[in-house]
T-cell receptor, first 112, second 110 residues
Framework: DVKVTQSSRYLVKRTGEKVFLECVQD?????MFWYRQDPGLGLRLIYF???????EKGDIPEGYSVSREKKERFSLILESASTNQTSMYLC???????????FGPGTRLLVL | QQQVKQSPQSLIVQKGGISIINCAYE??????FPWYQQFPGKGPALLIA?????SEKKEGRFTISFNKSAKQFSLHIMDSQPGDSATYFC?????????FGSGTKLNVKP
């Protein structure tokens, strides 16, 4: 079974803090994705990566950065957290050439 | 601007009834249309998917109907069960980028 794990299920941070969200997949997938999920807006793509050290902006990259130093790990970084970044963050992975995405359980982030 | 429009936002169906969720898209370059099911506290999981060269795909009680000319596709859940209560997302794929609908919260009453 494909497993995508996220480092935290719940996080509470203060405005201005630097926040790291970690995602690890165990299926040797090339592609990894970060989404945020908000009520009424569905899932919106923040960043994705096709390979180690490669990244591409999604639809809402402002205020976020990513890091992919190893194939299995994809990190989302909030450089200076703001209250409008309070959301559910979902990581996903997929194999090159196959469209099925496998999602982690999500991290619910609250920025105060 | 949402690339994939999904309706309704919420749906209440009696046990044994048919649940229907609709999605529409504009970009004709989309070539893969999955539906994801998400239970509370969990990430979305692939339920069923279709490609545009097929008009219908059925897996158990779940059917996707696809209308290429109208750029619409829908999910039908036959004999809906309380265990089907979840949020459903349609999506469309183009070059490994996915665009998701806004989600439909389905509640199946016993």
């Amino acid at each position: 079974d494909v497993k995508v794990t996220q480092s935290s299920r719940y996080l509470v941070k203060r405005t201005g803090e630097k926040v790291f969200l970690e995602c690890v997949q165990d299926m040797d997938h090339e592609n990894m994705f970060w989404y945020r999920q908000d009520p009424g807006l569905g899932l919106r793509l923040i960043y994705f990566s096709y390979d180690v050290k490669m990244k591409e902006k999604g639809d809402i990259p402002e205020g976020y950065s990513v890091s992919r130093e190893k194939k299995e790990r994809f990190s989302l970084i909030l450089e200076s957290a703001s209250t409008n970044q309070t959301s559910m963050y979902l990581c996903a992975s997929s194999s090159l050439g196959l469209e099925t995405q496998y999602f982690g359980p999500g991290t619910r982030l609250l920025v105060l | 601007q949402q690339q994939v429009k999904q309706s309704p936002q919420s749906l209440i169906v009696q046990k044994g009834g048919i649940s229907i969720i609709n999605c529409a898209y504009e970009n004709t370059a989309f070539d893969y249309f999955p539906w994801y099911q998400q239970f509370p506290g969990k990430g979305p999981a692939l339920l069923i998917a279709i490609r545009p060269d097929v008009s219908e795909k059925k897996e158990g009680r779940f059917t996707i109907s696809f209308n290429k000319s109208a750029k619409q596709f829908s999910l039908h859940i036959m004999d809906s069960q309380p265990g089907d209560s979840a949020t459903y997302f349609c999506a469309a794929n183009n070059f490994n980028k996915f665009y998701f609908g806004s989600g439909t919260k389905l509640n199946v009453k016993p």
